[in-house]
T-cell receptor, first 114, second 109 residues
Framework: DAGVTQSPTHLIKTRGQQVTLRCSPK?????VSWYQQALGQGPQFIFQ???????QRGNFPDRFSGHQFPNYSSELNVNALLLGDSALYLC?????????????FGPGTRLTVT | DAKTTQPPSMDCAEGRAANLPCNHS???????VYWYRQIHSQGPQYIIH???NNETNEMASLIITEDRKSSTLILPHATLRDTAVYYC??????????FGQGTTLQVKP
């Protein structure tokens, strides 16, 4: 059973460019959340997708957008990249089953903006 | 979601129990206590969670005080591979996890 997978593992972009990161949830999971982790900090919640809709959003600008597909996979898009967007981007999946609490994280995508 | 307070760092000898404390004095009745850990450059890993009863799984035990204002994660026999940042998180019905700075646990030989 594959866990949460993310692609690519590393990415280098230039200021002003746009980037798309991808996530496949753990088998059986239907909810996907995205987090940003700057160096030396804990992960910060960006948003969560369920049933192809953004259900919750953290304190991130509109440059950060996402999408969830019918197969529950998800994309994170960041437009007009800033140097401060350099971070590890983590995807976490979970089940909407009320009895299931844990979120499973992928290995992350390391984004460097130059 | 309630805020948590953890010591920034702790050391533990290999083979000994590691006891990681967490204060969550503003926890609400429907909020759970979760523990995750993050080994360097990897995604966080779920360890355990609880509401008010003590919990144990193959990785750890979670002891929650009767007033639920604090908890302790116990790794019964710490190994070098348990060296990581440990996050204590209080979460209600919202989907998001709010990570603090966590406790950096260094297991020493």
């Amino acid at each position: 059973d594959a866990g949460v997978t993310q692609s690519p593992t590393h990415l280098i972009k230039t200021r002003g460019q746009q980037v798309t990161l991808r996530c496949s949830p753990k088998s059986g999971h239907d909810t996907v959340s995205w987090y940003q982790q700057a160096l030396g900090q804990g992960p910060q919640f960006i948003f969560q997708y369920y049933e192809e809709e953004e259900r919750q959003r953290g304190n991130f600008p509109d440059r950060f957008s996402g999408h969830q597909f019918p197969n529950y996979s998800s994309e994170l898009n960041v437009n007009a990249l800033l140097l401060g967007d350099s971070a590890l981007y983590l995807c976490a999946s979970a089940s909407s089953d009320r009895g299931r609490h844990e979120q499973y994280f992928g290995p992350g995508t390391r984004l460097t903006v130059t | 979601d309630a805020k948590t307070t953890q010591p920034p760092s702790m050391d533990c000898a290999e083979g000994r129990a590691a006891n990681l404390p967490c204060n969550h004095s503003t926890i609400s009745g429907n909020e759970y206590v979760y523990w995750y850990r993050q080994i360097h450059s990897q995604g966080p890993q779920y360890i355990i969670h609880g509401l008010k009863n003590n919990e144990t799984n193959e990785m750890a035990s979670l002891i929650i005080t009767e007033d639920r204002k604090s908890s302790t994660l116990i790794l019964p026999h710490a190994t070098l591979r348990d060296t990581a940042v440990y996050y204590c998180i209080v979460k209600g019905n919202t989907g998001k996890l709010i990570f603090g700075q966590g406790t950096t646990l260094q297991v020493k030989p």
